[in-house]
């Protein structure tokens, strides 16, 4: 289980750090065929806001890598708990807001890995 559970947070701090390219160095090109419903002048607009946001991730990303440094297992669970947490909160709010599919990659496999973490302590 515990394999799994530190696969599915490379996983997880993988697709944050994909996120943060994205979304700061790959706005304009990649975005508009992410989100084909945006208007395409939206993309050119909004590239500040989506580097921001970007950064953002690549603090999740960040905290979950950390998690593989930390000596102490209750300290490095509960700081991965956290940063989870964090990413399945920030995906309902991306779902709701921005495009529902975000649940499916970044809420679902963080409550999951949550989940297993929880069973397996």
């Known amino acids: 289980m515990e ?3 530190k696969i599915l947070i490379a996983f ?6 994909y996120i943060l390219y994205f979304e700061m160095f790959a706005w304009e090109t990649k975005g508009r065929k992410v989100f084909r419903s945006f ?4 993309f050119g607009q909004t590239k500040v806001m989506a580097a921001n946001q970007g950064l953002y991730n690549g603090f999740l990303a960040a905290g979950l890598i950390w998690t593989f440094f930390i000596t102490n ?9 956290f940063f989870l947490g964090c990413i399945a909160v920030a995906g309902i709010y991306g779902a709701m807001t921005a495009d529902k599919k975000i649940i499916f990659v ?4 963080a409550a999951l890995t949550i989940v297993l973490i929880l069973v397996s302590g």
Do not use: G
Not at 12 to 17: P, R, T
Not at 106 to 109: A, G, S
């Open 106 to 109: 970044q809420t679902i496999p």
């Open 73 to 81: 297992k209750e300290w490095s669970t509960n700081i991965a708990l």
């Open 39 to 42: 208007p395409k002048e939206l």
């Open 3 to 5: 394999l799994a559970i």
């Open 12 to 17: 997880i701090a993988a697709l944050h750090l």
